[in-house]
């Protein structure tokens, strides 16, 4: 019973972070990267990983510097690797992977874009078959047709979705 309540007990700091991120998807791109900072002044670094890989992910998406979003993206990849076995962070990693492949593209680095990229289209198999897990799927795949890899969607935005995964 204690286990099943813990499993339906919002998460408190994943709220915060929601709120903030629903601010960055109406536009307010200067104003989320700030609130965000500020939750990772108080969560991060010393964090629980699901705390500071969510963080982490977000803040990628709100920086101006490639450089900068492929950090963001490197500590949400750490975070989730020091929770292994969490099952909270599993459907993470197809999506994490993915994002680091498209920040190498940013910036020329073919090969290690494709490395992510192989991880991502390998650990989409912990995705659902929802619209969050068909759009990872489709941005992997339109990311491998850019690169020349075997893929099989088309389109024009390569990017990833951040979304997190329910």
Same mark, same amino acid.
């Given at each position: 019973?204690?286990?099943?309540? /813990?499993?339906?007990?919002?998460?408190?700091?994943?709220?915060?972070?929601?709120?903030?991120?629903?601010?960055?998807?109406?536009?307010?791109? %200067? /104003?989320?990267?700030?609130?965000?900072?500020?939750?990772?002044?108080?969560?991060?670094?010393?964090? /629980?990983?699901?705390?500071?890989?969510?963080?982490?992910?977000?803040?990628?998406?709100?920086?101006?510097?490639?450089?900068?979003?492929?950090?963001?993206?490197?500590?949400?990849?750490?975070?989730?690797?020091?929770?292994?076995?969490?099952?909270?962070?599993?459907?993470?990693?197809?999506?994490?992977?993915?994002?680091?492949?498209?920040?190498?593209?940013?910036?020329?680095?073919? +090969?290690?874009?494709?490395?992510?990229?192989?991880?991502?289209?390998?650990?989409?198999?912990?995705?659902?078959?929802?619209?969050?897990?068909?759009?990872?799927?489709?941005?992997?795949?339109?990311?491998?047709?850019?690169?020349?890899?075997?893929?099989?969607? #088309?389109? +024009?935005?390569? #990017?990833?979705?951040?979304?997190?995964? %329910?």
């Amino acid at each position: 019973m204690a286990e099943r309540q /813990e499993r339906t007990t919002p998460d408190a700091v994943l709220t915060r972070i929601g709120q903030v991120v629903m601010l960055h998807h109406a536009g307010d791109r %200067e /104003e989320a990267r700030g609130r965000l900072l500020d939750l990772w002044a108080e969560f991060g670094e010393h964090g /629980e990983p699901l705390h500071r890989c969510t963080l982490a992910h977000y803040l990628a998406d709100t920086q101006d510097d490639p450089s900068d979003e492929l950090a963001w993206d490197l500590r949400a990849l750490s975070a989730a690797d020091e929770a292994e076995g969490d099952a909270r962070l599993r459907g993470f990693y197809p999506s994490l992977h993915l994002n680091l492949a498209a920040d190498y593209v940013k910036l020329g680095r073919t +090969e290690a874009a494709r490395s992510h990229l192989h991880r991502a289209r390998g650990a989409s198999v912990a995705l659902g078959d929802d619209g969050y897990g068909d759009g990872v799927r489709a941005a992997i795949g339109r990311l491998e047709l850019r690169l020349g890899d075997a893929g099989d969607s #088309g389109g +024009e935005s390569w #990017g990833p979705p951040r979304q997190r995964p %329910e």
